[in-house]
């Protein structure tokens, strides 16, 4: 009985409980991101950055974190080496070789066990363009371990990338793509 006496009281807690949550800032120990694309008349597929992800935070509690977390284009990987070049071309990664994503406050909303979801919110620039968005995931801090996962669509055309086409039209890629992004802080 008192076990779920205290669930209860966890999921009803607060906002600014969760947001007092502590977390303890410690350097990069994984990072996972990867992008979803449609694309007609082939497979969709998704991609992964599979190196040079840099990311850190900092604040003492949830109320007052920040960050960033930043990783090449060049690193961003669809598993073809065509569509790697195509898609590198699209966003012109000579000229704007990172994507970077500014944390400037979490807000937080329920909580699941140690678990807090909620909104991270900052600056996102792409292809030299930045605007401010909100990515929906959640933080688990674990004593020095603190796990961050976080999910946002783009539109590529805001930041001013052509969706890549091929064969007159005929295949495109949809301008929306999801980006996922997880990161695992710790010793």
């Known amino acids: 009985m008192r076990p779920i006496l205290i669930a209860?009281?966890?999921?009803?807690?607060?906002?600014?409980?969760?947001?007092?949550?502590?977390?303890?800032?410690a350097p990069l120990r994984s990072a996972d991101i990867t992008f979803a694309m449609r694309a007609t008349?082939?497979?969709?597929?998704?991609?992964?950055?599979?190196?040079?992800?840099?990311?850190?935070?900092?604040?003492?509690?949830?109320?007052?974190?920040?960050?960033?977390?930043?990783?090449?284009?060049r690193d961003m990987n669809t598993g073809i080496g065509l569509r790697n070049t195509h898609m590198r071309n699209a966003m012109r990664a000579d000229s704007f070789p990172a994507i970077r994503f500014e944390v400037v406050g979490f807000i937080p909303g329920?909580?699941?066990?140690?678990?807090?979801?909620?909104?991270?919110?900052?600056?996102?620039t792409i292809h030299g363009v930045t605007h401010t968005i909100r990515a929906t995931g959640w933080v688990l801090p674990r004593g020095t371990t603190t796990e961050v996962r976080a999910t946002f669509p783009v539109d590529m055309r805001e930041y001013?990338?052509?969706?890549?086409?091929?064969?007159?039209?005929?295949?495109?890629?949809?301008?929306?793509?999801?980006?996922?992004?997880?990161?695992?802080?710790?010793?």
């Open 110 to 124: 329920t909580t699941q066990g140690d678990t807090v979801h909620g909104m991270f919110q900052g600056p996102l």
């Open 8 to 25: 209860l009281m966890l999921v009803q807690c607060p906002a600014g409980w969760l947001a007092a949550q502590a977390v303890t800032p």
């Open 41 to 73: 008349k082939v497979n969709d597929f998704v991609g992964r950055v599979d190196s040079g992800v840099q990311a850190r935070f900092s604040g003492a509690d949830l109320s007052n974190v920040t960050g960033s977390i930043e990783f090449r284009v």
């Open 160 to 187: 001013g990338i052509e969706p890549p086409t091929r064969f007159l039209g005929a295949i495109r890629v949809d301008p929306v793509t999801s980006i996922t992004v997880r990161l695992t802080f710790g010793p």
